[in-house]
């Protein structure tokens, strides 16, 4: 059972269980720009299947049923071509049964990049390439009418950010009360994720509401594709709210844009750009055995470093890393 199965007994949303909970939590120490900084880590890298799809499943655990429940047979999702989402959905959703279509964007491309690429190309899924998302918009009713059959596709946005797929991190933040109360890990006073699409800080921001924490949701942007400021974040986490609502939920609190931060001070030129700043965190964790990424948790790691004492701690970062 979920913990929103429990608070809300008679919620009526689906689950479907795919990766391994609690994902574990620790201090994170040995990394010499964080010193003078309580951090702790909770690592998401380890959720999926083996740990090879890190925290975009916990959205597909609440997307898949809803799918199914909807009767649509087409999945279609965009990203850009390094997209750990895309490659999420199109792995569990042919698991599952369902056609995966993925509309992806070039970005700038590094080693990762290639290997993403090559991953998301084996995976399946049926992949239609823009040079930009302005020519991918441009295209997507044509796919959608593609790939109707008896239904139409189901359209996931990128990172699969909607209200269903946004109540993986409703779901996350409850889990972390649960570790807090167990004695884990002391209650965080801010917690530092990255912003790629806005589900995963949106659900955090709401799930520390129900559960009770005063816990602040840091987010560092990663993405200029389109707006992820905090009115844009608040407005999903309001959504989120009345869908929990309207399957059956309780006293669900509202949301507004002061109830969170997002920042994009460590974007760099672009998304999908490496920065210096990032690309250094990404060699200082790996030298203590964590594995990250330049663009998304090199970058939110990056903040943490570099905002230290002027965040409420204890801060909690989460590793979202994906694929190995």
Same mark, same amino acid.
């Given at each position: 059972? @979920? ?257 969170? @931060? ?7 030129? @672009?998304?999908?750009?490496? @920065? ?49």
């Amino acid at each position: 059972m @979920t913990h929103l199965h429990a608070r809300f007994p008679g919620l009526d949303l689906g689950h479907l269980r795919l990766g391994a909970v609690p994902t574990p939590v620790r201090p994170l120490e040995g990394i010499p720009a964080l010193a003078g900084t309580e951090v702790w880590l909770k690592d998401e890298s380890r959720f999926g299947d083996g740990g090879w799809a890190g925290n975009k499943v916990r959205k597909l655990e609440w997307i898949l049923p809803e799918a199914e429940r909807r009767g649509v047979r087409t999945l279609f999702t965009v990203g850009g071509i390094g997209t750990h989402w895309g490659l999420a959905c199109a792995r569990y959703g042919a698991e599952h049964g369902f056609q995966v279509v993925l509309g992806l964007v070039d970005q700038p491309v590094d080693d990762h990049v290639r290997e993403q690429l090559a991953r998301l190309e084996a995976s399946g899924a049926v992949i239609h390439r823009y040079p930009t998302p302005g020519r991918l918009r441009l295209a997507a009713p044509w796919l959608i009418a593609r790939y109707t059959r008896a239904r139409l596709p189901w359209y996931l946005p990128a990172g699969g950010s909607n209200p269903v797929g946004t109540l993986g991190y409703v779901e996350t933040a409850l889990e972390i009360a649960d570790q807090v109360v167990r004695g884990e890990l002391p209650e965080p006073g801010t917690v530092v994720v990255p912003v790629g699409s806005g589900g995963t800080i949106a659900g955090l921001a709401l799930g520390f509401r129900l559960a009770g924490l005063r816990t602040r949701v840091f987010g560092a942007v990663v993405n200029d594709s389109f707006p992820l400021d905090a009115p844009v974040l608040a407005r999903l986490a309001t959504r989120t709210g009345a869908l929990l609502t309207e399957r059956g939920a309780t006293g669900v609190p509202e949301i507004r844009p002061d109830d969170l @931060t997002a920042r994009d001070d460590w974007l760099g030129t @672009t998304y999908g750009d490496p @920065t210096p700043a990032s690309r250094a965190m990404v060699t200082a964790a790996g030298a203590i055995g964590l594995e990250l990424e330049p663009v998304y948790t090199g970058k939110a790691l990056a903040a943490v470093a570099d905002l230290g004492p002027e965040l409420d701690g204890p801060v909690l970062w989460l590793n979202t890393h994906g694929p190995r």
